[in-house]
C-alpha cells in the first residue's frame, strides 16, 4: 500500500490511517455486511429502561393530551387562558413551533442532498422523522385551538351538503392548504430514501417484522433500474421540497401579517419566520442527534462530533440571520412612529412580559454566540445539546412574544389584558410527550441511518498521499 | 316615503349614536343581551375579561380636576363597509349581506378559529368560551327570532338582523316601502336620551343621514379605512359652558 502513490481507502484499512482523518465517519468505513448488522442491533436492542420510558410517555399523552383535550372538548375554550384580546396564544404558539421544528429536518435532508455535503449522510433520515413527527404536532396543535373541533372537517374542500366551498381569501385557508401539502410532500420525501433500508432490514428479519417491512418495502431488490428510478425520484423531491418548506412557513407567517394588528402586519414576517423555523429546527436536529447517540446502540459510529460541529457552524449563521431579521423587524416600527406599534413595542421590552422578551434575545443571540463560535465547543456533544434546548426554548418564547404578548395591545386599550395559560401547559407538554413517543417507537421499527447513504458515501472518498499529506477526495456518485 | 327601500334594491343601514345625549346608562346593553339571547357568564368569567356583551358603554374622562366632564361611548360592531373580519374566516362565518350592507356571522357555519376577532380593530366580537347555565325560567325569556349559541362560536351585533327582516317583509306584504324609524334596533329602543339613532345612509332625506351632516360626526378608526356605518357625534361639546 505504502509503495504506491495513492492508497484506496479500503475497509480494515482504517487503522493505518492518520488519527485526524480517522475521525470521519466518511474515512472510516466499515464492511457492509458489519454496518448492516449494527444498525438492525440498534433496532433491536430495547432495555427496561426504554419501555419504563415509553410507558411514561404514553401515560402522560393519556392525561396530558387525550386527558385535557377531553375535559377542553366537553368543557369549550374557557378552561384555556384565552380571553379578549388574546383570543389566540399558546396553542396557536406551538403550533408555529412544532412547523419550525418540522421545516429545518427536511430543509437541511434536502439541501444537503442537492448541494452533496458529504457531511448529510448519517443523519438525514433523523432529520426527515423529525419533520413527519413534528408536523403531526402542528395539526394537533390547530385542532386543539378550534373552538368546534368536531367541525374542523369544514375546512376540507368536497362537495358536501352545505353546498359551500372553504373561503380561499382566508390566510387560514392558505396556511391549511400549505400544511397538508407539506405533510404529504415531507413523508414521501422521507419515505423514498427509507426503501433501501427496508429492503435491507427485510432481508435480515423474522417474524412479525419481516412482513412489514416486506409490505413497505414496496419488494425492492436492488436491481440496476430500481437504484435509477429512486434516485431520479428521490432527486425531483429534494428540489422540489426546498421552495414548498420556503413558501409553508411564509404561509404561516402570512396568518398573522395578512391581518390588521399592530405588531403583525410586516411585510418582513415571511422569511422572519424562515429563518426562525431553520433556526429552532437546526437546534432540534442536535438534541435529536444527541439522544440517538447517547442512547441507542452502534450509533457513535455513526454520530460523530463532526456532525455537531457541522450542524453548530450552520446554527450560528443561522442564528446571526435572526438576529438580522428581528433587529429589522424592530427598527421600522420603531422608527415608523405608528402610535399603536409604540405602544406594543414598549410593551415588549418595558411590559411585565418583558423578562420573557429579554430571554428570548438571550437564548437566541446571546448564547448560540457565545458558545458556537468555538470549534472545540462545538465537538462537545453534550454542549450542543444544551445549546439546542436553550434555542429552542428562545425560539418557543419567540413565537409567544409574537402571538398572545402582541395580542395584549389591540386598538381598543380598554380591552387591554394580560394572558394567563392554564390548561394549555399541560396539552403543550402532551404534543411534546407524542413527538418524543413517536420518535422512540420508530426509533424501534425503521433504520435511524441511512445505512446505504453511509456505504456509498464512504465508497466515493478516496485518501490519496500527497508528499507527505494525506489528501482526500470523493468521487461524484449521485 | 322617505327610508324607502324598493324590493330589490340593497339597503345600507347605518347608526349615529350622539355622545352628547349618551348619560352611559347601559339600557342598550341590557336590552340588547335580551332581544339577542346573549348568555349570562357568570362573575368568574367575566373577571377574566370574557364579557359576551355585543354593546358596551366605554367611559372617557376629560379635563383636569376640578373641572372634569365623562363621556360615555357605546361601542357594537361598527358593520364596516371593508371588513377585516371577514376575509378572515376559513369556513365562510364571517360574510357579508349584500341587501343590507351588514356584516353577518353565521353560527352555524362557524367552527372556532377566532381569527376574526383577532383581526377585529374595535375588538367588538365575542366568543362562546362555554356552555352556560341557561336556567328556568330565563329559558322562557328567549327570542324566538333569533339563534341560540352554543360553546365555541363567535358572535356580534348584527343591528339585530331579525328586526330589518321583519320590517322589510311586512312593507312588502303590504305593498309600500319600510319607512324612515321603523326599524329599530334593541338598544335605539331602550335607549331613554334617544342618543342612538338608526336607519338608511343611503336615503337623503333619513334621520341618520341628517346626522351624519352634523360637523360633530365621526367614525372610529377611520384611518384603518374598514368604512364603518357607524357613527359618532363627538361628546362634551359643550364643555365648559354648562359649568
Same mark, same amino acid.
Given at each position: 500500500?505504502?509503495t504506491?502513490?495513492e #492508497?484506496?481507502?479500503m475497509?480494515g484499512?482504517?487503522?493505518?490511517?492518520?488519527?485526524d482523518l480517522?475521525?470521519?465517519l466518511?474515512?472510516?468505513?466499515?464492511?457492509?455486511?458489519?454496518?448492516?448488522?449494527?444498525v438492525?442491533?440498534?433496532?433491536h436492542?430495547?432495555s427496561?429502561?426504554?419501555?419504563?420510558?415509553?410507558?411514561f410517555?404514553a401515560?402522560? *399523552?393519556l392525561?396530558a393530551l387525550?386527558?385535557? /383535550?377531553?375535559?377542553? *372538548?366537553?368543557?369549550?375554550?374557557?378552561?384555556?387562558g384565552?380571553?379578549?384580546?388574546e383570543?389566540?396564544g399558546?396553542?396557536?404558539?406551538d403550533?408555529?413551533?412544532?412547523?419550525?421544528?418540522?421545516?429545518?429536518?427536511t430543509?437541511? #435532508?434536502a439541501?444537503?442532498?442537492?448541494?452533496k455535503y458529504?457531511?448529510r449522510?448519517?443523519?438525514?433520515?433523523?432529520?426527515?422523522?423529525? +419533520?413527519?413527527?413534528?408536523?403531526?404536532?402542528?395539526?394537533?396543535?390547530?385542532?386543539?385551538?378550534?373552538?368546534?373541533?368536531w367541525l374542523?372537517? /369544514?375546512?376540507?374542500?368536497?362537495?358536501?351538503?352545505?353546498?359551500?366551498?372553504p373561503?380561499f381569501?382566508?390566510?387560514?385557508m392558505w396556511?391549511f392548504?400549505?400544511?397538508?401539502?407539506?405533510?404529504i410532500?415531507s413523508?414521501?420525501?422521507?419515505f423514498?430514501?427509507?426503501?433501501?433500508?427496508?429492503?435491507?432490514?427485510?432481508?435480515?428479519?423474522?417474524?412479525?417484522?419481516?412482513g412489514?417491512?416486506?409490505?413497505?418495502?414496496?419488494?425492492?431488490t436492488?436491481?440496476?433500474?430500481?437504484?435509477k428510478?429512486?434516485? +431520479?425520484a428521490?432527486?425531483?423531491?429534494?428540489?422540489a421540497?426546498i421552495?414548498?418548506?420556503?413558501?409553508?412557513?411564509?404561509?404561516?407567517?402570512?396568518?398573522f %401579517?395578512?391581518?390588521?394588528r399592530p405588531?403583525?402586519?410586516? +411585510?418582513?414576517?415571511?422569511?422572519?419566520?424562515?429563518i426562525g423555523?431553520?433556526?429552532?429546527?437546526?437546534?432540534?436536529?442536535?438534541?435529536?442527534?444527541?439522544?440517538?447517540?447517547?442512547?441507542?446502540?452502534?450509533m457513535?459510529?455513526?454520530i460523530?462530533?463532526?456532525?455537531?460541529e457541522?450542524?453548530?457552524?450552520?446554527?450560528?449563521? *443561522?442564528?446571526m %440571520?435572526w438576529a438580522?431579521f428581528?433587529f429589522?423587524?424592530?427598527?421600522?416600527?420603531?422608527?415608523?412612529?405608528?402610535?399603536f406599534?409604540?405602544?406594543?413595542?414598549?410593551?415588549? #421590552?418595558?411590559?411585565?412580559?418583558?423578562w420573557?422578551?429579554?430571554s428570548?434575545l438571550?437564548?437566541?443571540?446571546?448564547?448560540?454566540w457565545?458558545?458556537?463560535?468555538?470549534?472545540?465547543?462545538?465537538?462537545?456533544?453534550?454542549?450542543?445539546l444544551?445549546?439546542g434546548?436553550v434555542?429552542n426554548i428562545g425560539?418557543?418564547?419567540?413565537r409567544?412574544?409574537?402571538?398572545?404578548v402582541s395580542?395584549?395591545?389591540?386598538?381598543?386599550?380598554?380591552?387591554?389584558?394580560?394572558?394567563?395559560p #392554564?390548561?394549555?401547559?399541560?396539552l403543550?407538554?402532551?404534543?411534546? %410527550?407524542?413527538f418524543?413517543?413517536?420518535?422512540?417507537?420508530?426509533?424501534?421499527?425503521?433504520?435511524l441511518?441511512?445505512? /446505504?447513504?453511509?456505504?456509498?458515501?464512504?465508497?466515493?472518498?478516496?485518501?490519496?498521499?500527497?508528499?507527505?499529506?494525506?489528501?482526500t477526495s470523493?468521487s461524484?456518485?449521485d | 316615503m322617505?327610508g324607502?327601500?324598493?324590493?330589490?334594491t340593497?339597503s345600507?343601514?347605518?347608526?349615529?349614536i350622539?355622545?352628547d345625549?349618551?348619560?352611559?346608562?347601559?339600557?342598550?346593553v341590557?336590552?340588547?343581551?335580551?332581544e339577542?339571547?346573549?348568555s349570562?357568564?357568570g362573575e368568574?368569567?367575566?373577571s377574566?375579561g370574557?364579557?359576551?356583551?355585543?354593546?358596551?358603554?366605554?367611559?372617557?374622562?376629560? @379635563?383636569?380636576?376640578?373641572d372634569?366632564s365623562?363621556?360615555?361611548?357605546p361601542?357594537?360592531?361598527?358593520?364596516?363597509?371593508?371588513?377585516?373580519?371577514?376575509?378572515?374566516?376559513p369556513?365562510?362565518?364571517?360574510v357579508?349581506?349584500?341587501?343590507?350592507?351588514?356584516?353577518?356571522q353565521i353560527?352555524?357555519?362557524?367552527?372556532?378559529?377566532?381569527?376574526?376577532?383577532?383581526n377585529?380593530?374595535?375588538?367588538?366580537?365575542?366568543?362562546?368560551w362555554r356552555?352556560w347555565p341557561?336556567?328556568v325560567p330565563?329559558?322562557?325569556?328567549?327570542?324566538?327570532?333569533?339563534?341560540?349559541?352554543?360553546?365555541?362560536?363567535?358572535?356580534?351585533?348584527m343591528?339585530?338582523?331579525q328586526? $330589518?327582516?321583519?320590517?322589510?317583509?311586512?312593507?312588502?306584504?303590504e305593498g309600500?316601502?319600510v319607512?324612515?324609524g321603523e326599524?329599530e334596533?334593541a338598544?335605539?329602543?331602550?335607549?331613554?336620551?334617544y342618543? $342612538?339613532?338608526?336607519g338608511?345612509?343611503?336615503?337623503?332625506?333619513?334621520?341618520?343621514?341628517q346626522?351624519?351632516?352634523?360637523g360633530r360626526?365621526?367614525?372610529?378608526l377611520?384611518?384603518?379605512?374598514?368604512?364603518?356605518?357607524v357613527?359618532?357625534?363627538t361628546?362634551d361639546?359643550?364643555?365648559?359652558?354648562? @359649568?
Amino acid at each position: 500500500m505504502a509503495t504506491t502513490a495513492e #492508497s484506496i481507502a479500503m475497509p480494515g484499512a482504517s487503522a493505518k490511517k492518520p488519527k485526524d482523518l480517522h475521525e470521519h465517519l466518511m474515512l472510516d468505513p466499515r464492511p457492509r455486511g458489519e454496518m448492516n448488522a449494527m444498525v438492525m442491533e440498534s433496532m433491536h436492542t430495547t432495555s427496561k429502561k426504554f419501555w419504563g420510558v415509553v410507558v411514561f410517555l404514553a401515560l402522560t *399523552i393519556l392525561f396530558a393530551l387525550l386527558g385535557a /383535550w377531553g375535559y377542553m *372538548i366537553a368543557e369549550g375554550m374557557g378552561v384555556t387562558g384565552l380571553t379578549r384580546p388574546e383570543y389566540w396564544g399558546i396553542f396557536i404558539v406551538d403550533m408555529v413551533f412544532w412547523i419550525g421544528i418540522s421545516h429545518a429536518g427536511t430543509f437541511i #435532508s434536502a439541501l444537503l442532498r442537492v448541494m452533496k455535503y458529504e457531511i448529510r449522510r448519517p443523519f438525514t433520515r433523523a432529520a426527515e422523522l423529525m +419533520t413527519t413527527f413534528g408536523l403531526i404536532q402542528a395539526a394537533i396543535c390547530i385542532f386543539l385551538h378550534l373552538g368546534r373541533v368536531w367541525l374542523a372537517y /369544514w375546512l376540507v374542500p368536497y362537495p358536501n351538503g352545505r353546498a359551500i366551498w372553504p373561503n380561499f381569501h382566508s390566510p387560514l385557508m392558505w396556511d391549511f392548504m400549505a400544511i397538508t401539502t407539506y405533510v404529504i410532500a415531507s413523508t414521501m420525501y422521507l419515505f423514498m430514501p427509507l426503501i433501501p433500508d427496508l429492503a435491507m432490514a427485510r432481508d435480515r428479519s423474522t417474524g412479525w417484522r419481516l412482513g412489514l417491512y416486506r409490505l413497505i418495502s414496496l419488494g425492492f431488490t436492488g436491481k440496476a433500474a430500481e437504484w435509477k428510478f429512486l434516485k +431520479t425520484a428521490m432527486n425531483i423531491f429534494a428540489f422540489a421540497i426546498i421552495p414548498v418548506m420556503f413558501s409553508v412557513h411564509t404561509v404561516v407567517s402570512w396568518d398573522f %401579517a395578512m391581518s390588521t394588528r399592530p405588531g403583525w402586519n410586516s +411585510t418582513i414576517f415571511g422569511p422572519y419566520f424562515v429563518i426562525g423555523a431553520l433556526h429552532s429546527g437546526i437546534a432540534a436536529v442536535m438534541i435529536v442527534l444527541f439522544m440517538i447517540r447517547s442512547t441507542m446502540k452502534n450509533m457513535k459510529y455513526f454520530i460523530r462530533p463532526e456532525h455537531f460541529e457541522f450542524l453548530g457552524k450552520l446554527s450560528l449563521i *443561522i442564528s446571526m %440571520a435572526w438576529a438580522y431579521f428581528f433587529f429589522n423587524d424592530y427598527l421600522v416600527p420603531w422608527y415608523g412612529g405608528n402610535k399603536f406599534e409604540q405602544l406594543l413595542l414598549d410593551f415588549h #421590552s418595558h411590559g411585565p412580559f418583558a423578562w420573557v422578551w429579554v430571554s428570548m434575545l438571550i437564548c437566541n443571540i446571546l448564547i448560540p454566540w457565545m458558545i458556537l463560535w468555538n470549534k472545540k465547543w462545538r465537538k462537545t456533544p453534550w454542549l450542543m445539546l444544551v445549546v439546542g434546548i436553550v434555542i429552542n426554548i428562545g425560539m418557543w418564547i419567540e413565537r409567544f412574544v409574537i402571538i398572545p404578548v402582541s395580542l395584549t395591545i389591540t386598538r381598543m386599550p380598554f380591552t387591554w389584558r394580560l394572558y394567563h395559560p #392554564s390548561i394549555e401547559i399541560p396539552l403543550t407538554i402532551g404534543t411534546f %410527550a407524542l413527538f418524543m413517543l413517536l420518535y422512540l417507537l420508530a426509533s424501534r421499527l425503521i433504520p435511524l441511518v441511512p445505512v /446505504w447513504e453511509v456505504q456509498e458515501g464512504q465508497s466515493a472518498h478516496i485518501v490519496r498521499k500527497v508528499g507527505k499529506a494525506m489528501v482526500t477526495s470523493v468521487s461524484n456518485v449521485d | 316615503m322617505s327610508g324607502a327601500k324598493s324590493k330589490n334594491t340593497p339597503s345600507k343601514w347605518g347608526m349615529v349614536i350622539d355622545q352628547d345625549l349618551c348619560t352611559g346608562c347601559q339600557a342598550c346593553v341590557a336590552a340588547c343581551v335580551m332581544e339577542n339571547n346573549i348568555s349570562s357568564i357568570g362573575e368568574q368569567d367575566v373577571s377574566v375579561g370574557r364579557s359576551m356583551q355585543w354593546i358596551h358603554t366605554e367611559r372617557f374622562w376629560t @379635563g383636569q380636576y376640578p373641572d372634569v366632564s365623562t363621556i360615555f361611548q357605546p361601542i357594537l360592531c361598527q358593520q364596516c363597509g371593508n371588513a377585516p373580519c371577514e376575509t378572515t374566516c376559513p369556513v365562510y362565518a364571517s360574510v357579508h349581506s349584500d341587501s343590507e350592507q351588514i356584516n353577518l356571522q353565521i353560527y352555524n357555519r362557524c367552527v372556532g378559529t377566532r381569527y376574526c376577532a383577532n383581526n377585529c380593530p374595535y375588538q367588538v366580537r365575542v366568543f362562546n368560551w362555554r356552555d352556560w347555565p341557561r336556567p328556568v325560567p330565563w329559558n322562557n325569556q328567549l327570542n324566538p327570532d333569533v339563534t341560540v349559541r352554543r360553546r365555541g362560536v363567535m358572535e356580534k351585533c348584527m343591528f339585530c338582523i331579525q328586526r $330589518i327582516r321583519r320590517a322589510e317583509l311586512t312593507a312588502q306584504s303590504e305593498g309600500r316601502q319600510v319607512r324612515d324609524g321603523e326599524v329599530e334596533p334593541a338598544c335605539v329602543q331602550a335607549c331613554p336620551a334617544y342618543a $342612538i339613532v338608526f336607519g338608511r345612509l343611503d336615503d337623503p332625506a333619513s334621520q341618520v343621514s341628517q346626522l351624519v351632516k352634523n360637523g360633530r360626526a365621526y367614525r372610529m378608526l377611520e384611518e384603518l379605512d374598514t368604512q364603518p356605518k357607524v357613527y359618532y357625534l363627538t361628546g362634551d361639546s359643550n364643555h365648559g359652558h354648562n @359649568g
